[in-house]
């Protein structure tokens, strides 16, 4: 059984940052993709930024240069690291688990709870 359980998140000005960690309960958590996703009020839940086994990364556009994502293996424990953020980041952001590297919601069946970020101007 997979169990996701992120923190980090919170309330920060524009401009600010926040690093969102993901503990997973995985036996082998080293052979899975992870990812981010986040869904704001109203719009659809969207990929943000995901990482292969071996470290490879994808983000999507609207992140690209400010948020990082990086896995420890020896933690089962993936980060989100977000730099510079602005208004339009707010959301819950959730943390994913899959096996197809990719953004695309379908291929993710391992879901947490969801951490809020909240970014005002």
């Known amino acids: 059984q997979v169990q996701l359980v992120e923190s980090g998140g919170g309330s920060v000005q524009s401009g600010g940052s926040l690093r969102l960690s993901c503990a997973a309960s995985?036996?082998?958590?080293?052979?899975?993709?992870m990812a981010w996703f986040r869904q704001a009020p109203g719009k659809e839940r969207e990929g943000v930024a995901a990482?292969?086994?071996?470290?490879?990364?994808i983000y999507a556009d609207s992140v690209k240069g400010r948020f990082t994502i990086s896995r420890d293996n020896t933690k089962n424990t993936v980060y989100l690291q977000m730099n510079s953020l602005e208004p339009e980041d707010t959301a819950l952001y959730y943390c994913?688990?899959?096996?197809?590297?990719?953004?695309?919601?379908?291929?993710?069946?391992?879901w947490g709870q969801g951490t809020q970020v909240t970014v005002s101007s």
């Open positions: 994913a688990a899959g096996r197809v590297f990719s953004l695309r919601l379908g291929y993710y069946n391992n």
């Open positions: 995985i036996y082998t958590y080293s052979t899975y993709y």
């Open positions: 990482i292969d086994t071996s470290g490879g990364t």
